[in-house]
Structures are given as C-alpha cells and as structure tokens.
C-alpha cells in the first residue's frame, strides 16, 4: 500500500509502514521567477514531480510522500520581496528534524525531491 502520508490516521500510520517504506519528501522554493510566473513554480515542480513518481512506483514500491517543503534555502533570491527562505543552518535542523520525526516510524528510507536549485549544495 502507497500514498500520502498526511492522509493516514495516527493507527493508520502504524499499521501501514513498515520497515520497507519509503518516505518521500518534496523540496522547493517560494522565490520570484520574473514577473510571469508565480512564486510557488519549484514547489509545484517538487509537489507534482513526487506524485508522478507515486503514481508511476506505488504498485512496486511501498512508497509514502511527505507534505511538500515550500520554504527552503532560497537567500540568493531574498532581495526579492515576497521570497521565503531558511538559512543553510535552519534548513539543515528542519531536515534532521523532519528525519527523527521519521525515525519513529517503522520506515527506514527517507529520500528527498529537490525542485529547486538552491537547495542542491543541502541535498546532494
């Protein structure tokens, strides 16, 4: 069984991973890409990427997506009003944050879906 994570019960999470899981997180940016495009373009590209990848996977891989991070390490593009960003450091904690939140559940793979390129030099 797949699926979204944030859809199960507290029980349901429990009777739904196990030690074969996967969690997937979805990572992009609120930051300006010019006047034509909205704000949300890299965490609609993390978002709508990890659910192709659930769609395409979930008959072969236990595979559970995690709520998309939409605020990420974007402080190259901080002179742009309306851009949220974490510092490296901040970004760092949320992610060993989110990974213990994931220990204690029986899943034991937690990958990242990068959708934006600030956050390649955390990621990679």
């Known amino acids: 069984m797949s699926g979204r994570l944030a859809d199960l019960t507290g029980p349901g999470v429990l009777e739904s991973l196990s030690a074969e899981s996967v969690l997937l997180l979805p990572v992009g940016a609120i930051e300006q890409h010019g006047p034509h495009l909205p704000m949300s373009v890299d965490a609609v590209i993390a978002e709508e990427t990890a659910s192709a990848v659930l769609d395409a996977v979930a008959e072969e891989i236990d595979l559970w997506l995690l709520p998309t991070l939409s605020v990420s390490k974007s402080n190259e593009h901080a002179w742009s009003p309306g851009t949220l960003w974490l510092s490296a450091e901040t970004m760092l904690k949320v ?8 220990a204690t559940t029986q899943a034991r793979r937690l990958v990242f879906l990068n959708g934006h390129g600030g956050n390649t030099s955390l990621l990679g």
Request: aromatic share 0%.
């Open 95 to 102: 992610l060993d944050d989110l990974a213990a939140c994931v």
